[in-house]
């Protein structure tokens, strides 16, 4: 633990602040090593740093001159940097009584001088410093200073630009889900009122109705689906949960199998809009179990929909078939995935329809 001499009165308020701009341990940064290497120049010194104070340590966000990225917090002249709102200098740190008996001084290291500006927070926290540090004693004026605190205050500047663009990404997240949920839920009311017209009905015009209701209604599933998963997800997942909600829809039992591995959202909708296609053609038009089957090859991949009916009839070309609507919406999603349809009968009675599509770039 950090000595309690150089802890300040209001550390817990400021450690959260530090974890508010959640910059501890992030990469490297050009912006904030281009501030530390022109105040290296400016001022003349081999060494500059930007600080962030830690609970135990001195972790530096850039360090020109120095190999090291970190410190503990006792010896740090940092930690007692933050102690106050102003700059702490040490123009000859070996007969400065403040540095005396710091181990950066009276070790190795050999530290003279040290120049550091805290970095203030707009709430009044101090979260480290950039600082500029010598191994030979030098005077520094009040111009010098100023010119420090104004890199300080660039410093800060950045990292409330970079806080204000994880927020802004953030709300236009919660702004995007939201919507998203609005859609889901428009989605689900215009299938209800499209089932509630097909009942109105006769003939032919119910079942065409009914079936634009469910189709409506997948969309709708596959929608709410993928908003549960995120950036990527599980591809046989998130078919196993929707063919379990299809299995109400289309009164029959589906199985699903097949090999575990994420895609991008921007593929999982098509898959899901596909799997819903198929699987309500194979419970129109075939008979018994529906089984559903994703794999990963090498090469790709490929999502099989199956069914026990009476199979497909002789020379049956899903390519060209044109009468169809199923047909031209598989048709169409399979082009979304730059993929290829096929169709084949079951030796043991029962029709096969497969989707190839590439593996999704990294």
Excluded at 21 to 47: K, N
Aim: hydrophobic content about 40%; overall charge negative; some cysteine.
């Amino acid at each position: 633990m950090a000595d309690a001499s150089i802890i300040p009165a209001t550390e817990t308020e400021r450690m959260s602040a530090v974890r508010r701009y959640d910059i501890l341990d992030t990469p490297p940064d050009g912006a904030f090593d281009r501030i530390t290497a022109l105040a290296a120049r400016r001022f003349g010194v081999p060494i500059s740093i930007i600080s962030i104070v830690d609970e135990d340590r001195i972790w530096f966000k850039s360090h020109h001159g120095v190999p090291v990225n970190q410190i503990g917090r006792d010896p740090g002249l940092c930690a007692s940097a933050i102690l106050s709102s102003d700059p702490y200098i040490l123009a000859d740190a070996s007969v400065d009584p403040r540095s005396l008996a710091n181990p950066l001084v009276a070790g190795d290291f050999g530290l003279r001088f040290y120049a550091g500006v805290p970095l203030r927070t707009g709430d009044g926290h101090n979260l480290g410093t950039l600082c500029i540090i010598d191994k030979e004693a030098r005077p520094i004026d009040q111009g010098q200073i100023d010119d420090l605190k104004d890199l300080a205050s660039v410093v800060m500047d950045q990292m409330e630009m970079q806080l204000a663009a994880r927020r802004a990404v953030t709300r236009a997240e919660l702004m995007a889900k939201e919507i998203d949920h609005r859609v889901m839920n428009s989605l689900q009311f215009v299938s209800g009122l499209l089932a509630m017209q097909s009942r109105s009905l006769e003939g032919d015009a119910v079942g065409h109705l009914q079936l634009a209701a469910n189709r409506v209604a997948a969309v709708a599933q596959v929608h709410r689906h993928f908003l549960a998963e995120g950036d990527a997800t599980s591809c046989i997942t998130f078919l196993r949960r929707l063919c379990a909600d299809l299995e109400t829809v289309v009164g029959r039992r589906i199985e699903v199998e097949g090999d575990e591995g994420d895609v991008p959202t921007r593929s999982i909708q098509p898959i899901g809009l596909l799997a819903n296609e198929l699987v309500t053609n194979a419970a129109k038009h075939g008979t018994g179990l529906i089984k559903v089957c994703y794999e990963i090859s090498t090469d790709g991949q490929t999502l099989s929909v199956c069914d026990e009916g009476r199979g497909l009839p002789e020379n049956f070309d899903p390519a060209a078939d044109s009468k169809s609507l199923g047909m031209r919406v598989v048709r169409s999603l399979a082009a979304q995935l730059n993929g290829t349809l096929s169709a084949s009968r079951r030796p043991e009675g029962g029709s096969c329809f497969e989707v190839w599509f590439p593996l999704a770039p990294n």
